[in-house]
């Protein structure tokens, strides 16, 4: 089991910044790869960023391409995303997730999720 858990969420004006943390513990961080998804209300879970065990590859949505920043220290057993520039349409519940295996884009193939964190951007 790899328990996760969000932070850093918030209320921020369009154009503001916000760094959201995610927490692991359980299993050994390093074997398992991450990503952050999103869900907005009335909306299914999308995919926003994933990064590699090791942390050398990454991939981030259109959506959040140029704007937002995937990273992770293995030693603290967290992951980041540094979200810049942002608008009201990123406004969402956003949430990270470990799986054991390669690049994923779908939810489906996350075992492990957080409770999620929420970022508010107004207008």
């Known amino acids: 089991q790899v328990q996760l858990v969000e932070s850093g969420g918030g209320l921020v004006q369009a154009g503001g910044s916000l760094r959201l943390s995610c927490a692991a513990s359980g299993r050994t961080f390093s074997n398992y790869a991450m990503a952050w998804f999103r869900q907005a209300p009335g909306k299914e879970r999308e995919f926003v960023a994933f990064i590699s065990i090791s942390g050398s590859s990454t991939d981030t949505a259109g959506s959040v391409k140029g704007r937002f920043t995937i990273s992770r220290d293995n030693a603290k057993n967290t992951v980041y995303l540094q979200m810049n520039s942002l608008k009201p349409e990123d406004t969402a519940v956003y949430y990270c997730?470990?799986?054991?295996?390669?690049?994923?884009?779908?939810?489906?193939?996350?075992?492990?999720w957080g409770q999620g964190t929420q970022v508010t951007v107004s207008s």
């Open positions: 997730a470990a799986r054991n295996g390669i690049r994923n884009w779908s939810p489906h193939a996350y075992a492990y």
